[in-house]
């Protein structure tokens, strides 16, 4: 055999090593391991995907597809979520427009190998006016009561595709409701003798549970954080939050606070956190915060800015 030819194998059999080095661990990365015999499910975002490990525990091996720090929106999968979706058991989405990608995930599953949940289903009912198209308003995980019948229709996934462990599938969700039932309480207590009963939010996530609990929601922009309010609209909003002595204007973790900031300072108001719960932040996570930690800070800012008794 010429020299050139042994050269040529050699040189060949090199590239196809260093290819396996980079390609296995990747694939490794995004496709889940079937090894552990842990369910797999993969969650459209935060909310979800907590309700869902709180209910599979140990069973499941649960991945969320908008990453951290991202608000979920307008996110699109890459190509290590369209095959982690690919492999999962089960797939949980929200509904009612929040994702975008929703439609061609249910269209492209085979049903025989995956269960699609929209936790949403029959639970989004707000329809909101946002550039001259009714649209509906998502953001049912805000109030617990809504999330506690989002936790039955995840629970009811679990135990259609695993219904060997569907008891403790059960138990969990029992768990996990009665929290909720205990947040909302919470909430009636702690918003019931208010001075105020009108929020300013940076974007219209918190409809859903200001309708709960007797309060008004106004917001710089739309049922999106990434929609730009018009010079009336915020003419507008200044208005009102003067004419109101509105003292707080509301700015998220992930997204700009500029907006709310611009109100704060034509206005005289400050700016305050509340929580839509799109998402937590890498420092959020590594905090330690969660669903409950989040609800609960986000009540304490508003009897805060609605000047609530104890």
């Given at each position: 055999m010429k020299r050139t030819t042994i050269t040529t194998i050699f040189i060949g059999a090199i590239v196809i090593i260093i290819a396996l080095i980079i390609i296995i661990p990747w694939?490794?990365?995004?496709?889940?391991?079937?090894?552990?015999?842990?369910?797999?499910?993969?969650?459209?975002?935060?909310?979800?995907?907590?309700?869902?490990?709180?209910?599979?525990?140990?069973?499941?091996?649960?991945?969320?597809?908008?990453?951290?720090?991202?608000?979920p929106h307008d996110y699109e999968p890459t190509t290590q979520d369209l095959?982690?979706?690919?492999?999962?058991?089960?797939?949980?989405l929200n509904g009612g427009g929040l994702e975008a990608w929703g439609d061609s995930v249910l269209q492209n599953t085979d049903p025989k190998m995956t269960k699609v949940v929209s936790a949403g289903e029959g639970l989004i009912d707000?329809?909101?006016?946002?550039?001259?198209e009714t649209i509906l308003d998502p953001h049912i995980w805000l109030a617990p009561m809504f999330a506690e019948k989002m936790v039955d229709a995840i629970m009811n996934g679990f135990v259609?595709?695993?219904?060997?462990?569907?008891?403790?599938?059960?138990?969990?969700?029992?768990?996990?409701?009665?929290?909720?039932?205990?947040?909302?309480?919470?909430?009636?207590?702690?918003?019931?003798?208010c001075a105020s009963d009108s929020i300013v939010t940076v974007h219209s996530a918190f409809g859903y549970l200001a309708a709960e609990y007797g309060l008004k929601?106004?917001?710089?922009t739309?049922?999106?954080?990434?929609?730009?309010?018009?010079?009336?609209q915020i003419d507008d909003l200044v208005k009102f939050v003067r004419s109101n002595n509105i003292r707080y204007i509301f700015f998220e973790?992930?997204?700009?606070?500029?907006?709310?900031?611009?109100?704060?300072?034509?206005?005289?108001?400050?700016?305050?956190?509340?929580?839509?719960?799109?998402?937590l932040t890498k420092n959020e996570i590594n905090a330690?915060?969660?669903y409950f930690t989040a609800m609960d800070e986000n009540l304490a800012h508003l009897q805060i800015a609605l000047e609530c008794a104890p």
């Open positions: 694939r490794e990365a995004v496709v889940p391991s079937q090894e552990s015999g842990r369910l797999t499910v993969t969650a459209s975002f935060y909310p979800l995907a907590f309700f869902a490990q709180e209910i599979g525990g140990n069973f499941a091996d649960v991945a969320t597809i908008t990453p951290a720090g991202i608000e095959i982690r979706i690919e492999q999962s058991k089960l797939i949980i707000r329809q909101m006016v946002e550039g001259g259609d595709v695993d219904p060997v462990n569907a008891d403790t599938y059960r138990a969990n969700a029992n768990i996990l409701k009665q929290k909720l039932v205990n947040l909302d309480i919470h909430y009636r207590q702690g918003l019931k003798r929601q106004l917001s710089i739309g049922v999106s954080p990434d929609a730009e309010p018009s010079l009336k973790s992930l997204t700009s606070p500029k907006l709310a900031q611009v109100i704060a300072e034509e206005t005289g108001a400050q700016t305050l956190s509340l929580n839509p719960l799109e998402g330690g915060k969660d």
